[in-house]
């Protein structure tokens, strides 16, 4: 379903299969909707009155813009470091100074940073409750010893494991996903101003109860 004629909030992006970055309209019915869906999820995971860390990109405005306004809602307290080798300092000196119940969207990059400045993983995270981790960082993580929760950009989908080494979840009001030939693929469930059924993203994996695993 979609609805292309109502006022824009956003024009964001997400990658495909391809690995081409895709246009993504986003109206202002939408956002709102995925704000309240975001302050659900965050609601589940237990982060309320906490300190929160994202590691967003501004190409993922449209992703992560819900999850920054749900933190607030929820009344968490928020911080926000660019996803790159770069910015590893800034999440490394966040974690030093203030205790963070979660950090979301630790990439591969965060951790090469990290790696150029001698700094152990399990030093970095020390005292985080979840660790929400992209594939590449994830295993790293894991093979660190760390135990980090699953955390994928599916599209436009937002999904996030609600316990380590569990499924990675989206909104399932607003989202369903499928694997097919080893791509994650989104359909929306409600109208929305462009067409997501089946639509294959740059995620991998499989499918296990509703889920991303990898």
């Known amino acids: 379903m979609n609805v292309s004629s109502a006022p824009l909030w956003a ?30 999820v965050l609601t589940e995971l237990g982060v309320p009155g906490k300190r929160v860390l ?3 990109m501004l190409s993922q405005a449209g992703q992560f813009w819900p ?31 203030m205790e963070y ?12 940073g990290f790696d150029e400045m001698g700094r152990r993983y399990d030093e970095v995270f020390a005292g985080v409750r979840i660790i929400g981790a992209v594939p590449g960082a994830y295993e790293r993580l894991t093979d660190a010893g760390v135990v980090p ?43 929305r101003a462009q ?4 639509t294959p993203t740059a995620a991998r994996g499989d499918i296990v109860d509703g889920g991303v695993t990898w």
Do not use: N, Q
């Open 11 to 40: 024009i964001g992006s997400y990658v495909d299969s391809s690995g081409r970055r895709v246009p993504w309209r986003i109206t202002h019915e939408e956002i709102g909707r995925d704000i309240d869906a975001a302050t659900k």
């Open 54 to 56: 994202w590691c967003p």
């Open 67 to 97: 999850y920054i306004c749900g933190s607030f809602l929820t009344g968490a307290r928020l911080s926000c470091a660019d996803a790159t080798a770069g910015e590893a300092a800034r999440v490394g000196m966040f974690l030093r100074l």
């Open 101 to 112: 119940d979660a950090v979301f969207g630790v990439t591969a990059a965060i951790l090469d």
């Open 149 to 191: 929760t699953r955390f994928v950009l599916c599209g436009p989908a937002v999904a996030i494991g609600r316990a380590p080494k569990s499924p990675a979840l989206v909104a399932g009001d607003e989202w369903e996903l499928c694997a097919v030939d080893g791509h994650i693929c989104v359909t929306a469930r409600r109208a």
């Open 195 to 198: 067409e997501f059924v089946r």
